[in-house]
């Protein structure tokens, strides 16, 4: 029993049919109560009034952006090593939820920076660079769209990622170099323990960020078995001769 | 290695005219520029590195659809892939043929254009390094690009979306020395960084670019 049994399509849609329902049910009741806590059950900061309570949001999408993009960078290893079909298929459906989570943060950034900062955009390191992550994540769907053969598509995406993690990398703090930067500081520095972040604040925060964790999975999960079907299907339609 | 070199400038600079064009649409960008922000030559001079970084690059970019596209449709990059040279090897030739035909001229036409910009005159060393020491950055990271979408029809405006990311370190340190160099700052932190993506990608990029070749081929 290892855990490249999985990478058996079959196997791999067995499992994970009996995983999805359970994921679906965590992620969504702790996305919903995390949210719910966040909005109207905590006080508002004595500065921020109540835009704070858009880190809720926030702060787990952007978390959840940069580990899609490492996680498909994982897939696209293991791909390009292992040659498991379900790896490159896992990593072509990550790639769209990672864009969605991505423009959250954006997005919500923005609406929170209107008020505190004045102004909806800066050229700050971190926006800068999640806005350079975004155009990665563009670049990377779209190469999987053009091409046609699937095999080559997941080979050329795969090495585009790695390539694509090591610039990724590299203008983050190519970044941080050119401009100084408006936003702060993580609140919950993960290697110290500390944070700066009041307990009513953190338990709903942590909550949601497992629920958009788990949002995530489960949605790779299902987009997986879709993408799986779908080149079953492909593959059915050529042997009737009909592609 | 040598004959391939050769073969590949003269074709740039024979054929279909591929050798001027980036040229030509480096000037026209920076001719194009006073009329859309104005004549003020404080402002000019101001942004001169920037918008000379940007229309060398952009004049690269352009540039790159032709580098791998002509040879793969007749061939020849089969040919070479067979060939007892490793087609890293190739690769490298092809983007020091590209920085030849492209990017050199862009380096030696650029300080003329700084004349347009109004660019201080302590920029124009600076600017000059810092174009020479980016721009074959700027051919081998290309040379990936093109190697990814050379399969693909029509493949231009999708090989601007790949590349233009990854362009963005060699810009933001390149545009940042001459920028520190126009204004008479000390530039040679950025220009160190420059000088460590370009020997970096220089090194690493053409493995990178045969992989994704080698792939196209199949």
Not at chain 1, 145 to 164: F, K, P, Q
Not at chain 1, 185 to 198: K, Q
């Amino acid at each position: 029993m290892s855990l490249w049994e999985y990478a058996n399509p079959v196997k791999f849609l067995r499992l994970s049919e009996r995983v999805l329902p359970m994921l679906w049910v965590l992620a969504i009741s702790s996305t919903v109560v995390g949210l719910l806590w966040g909005f109207f059950f905590t006080p508002d900061d004595i500065r921020q009034g109540s835009t704070v309570k858009i880190i809720y949001i926030h702060v787990p999408a952007a978390l959840m952006a940069i580990n899609a993009w490492f996680m498909m960078l994982v897939a696209s290893l293991i791909w390009l090593i292992r040659r498991h079909h379900v790896s490159a298929l896992a990593a072509k459906a990550a790639a769209p939820v990672g864009v969605v989570m991505t423009l959250i943060a954006l997005i919500t950034g923005a609406i929170w920076g209107q008020p505190m900062w004045g102004t909806w955009w800066v050229w700050d390191p971190r926006l800068t660079s999640f806005l350079i992550l975004f155009l990665f994540y563009l670049g990377y769907i779209a190469l999987w769209e053009a091409i046609e053969d699937s095999d080559t598509a997941a080979d050329l995406t795969a090495v585009l990622c790695m390539v694509g993690s090591v610039f990724a990398v590299l203008s983050r703090y190519a970044v941080n170099f050119w401009n100084q930067g408006l936003h702060q500081g993580t609140s919950i520095p993960v290697a110290t323990g500390e944070r700066s972040v009041a307990d009513v604040f953190f338990v709903p925060l942590l909550i949601s960020m497992v629920g958009l964790g788990l949002l995530f999975f489960a949605l790779t999960l299902y987009r997986t078995g879709t993408e799986i079907r779908m080149r079953r299907t492909k593959a059915l339609l050529a042997r009737e001769g009909r592609n | 290695m040598k004959a391939l070199l050769i073969r590949d400038i003269r074709l740039a600079v024979r054929a279909g005219g591929g050798f001027g064009l980036g040229l030509a649409f480096f000037l026209i960008v920076i001719v194009m520029v006073p009329f859309a922000v104005g004549a003020d030559t404080g402002l000019l001079s101001k942004i001169a590195p920037g918008v000379l970084w940007i229309g060398a690059l952009l004049a690269c970019l352009l540039s790159l659809d032709r580098l791998l596209a002509l040879d793969f449709e007749d061939g020849t990059l089969d040919l070479l892939a067979t060939a007892p040279l490793p087609l890293e090897a190739a690769l490298s030739v092809k983007a020091l043929a590209h920085w030849i035909t492209t990017g050199l001229p862009l380096v030696i036409a650029a300080p003329v254009l700084g004349v347009l910009m109004n660019l201080p005159t302590q920029g124009y060393v600076w600017l000059v390094l810092s174009l020479l020491l980016g721009t074959p950055a700027l051919s081998v990271i290309g040379t990936f690009g093109a190697a990814l979408t050379v399969g693909i029809k029509r493949g231009g405006l999708l090989l601007s979306l790949l590349v233009l990311p990854l362009y963005l370190p060699t810009l933001i340190f390149g545009a940042e020395a001459a920028q520190r160099g126009a204004a008479g700052a000390d530039a040679s932190t950025p220009m160190l960084l420059l000088a460590g993506i370009s020997a970096a990608t220089i090194a690493l990029m053409p493995f990178a670019s045969a992989a994704v070749l080698k792939v196209n081929l199949r």
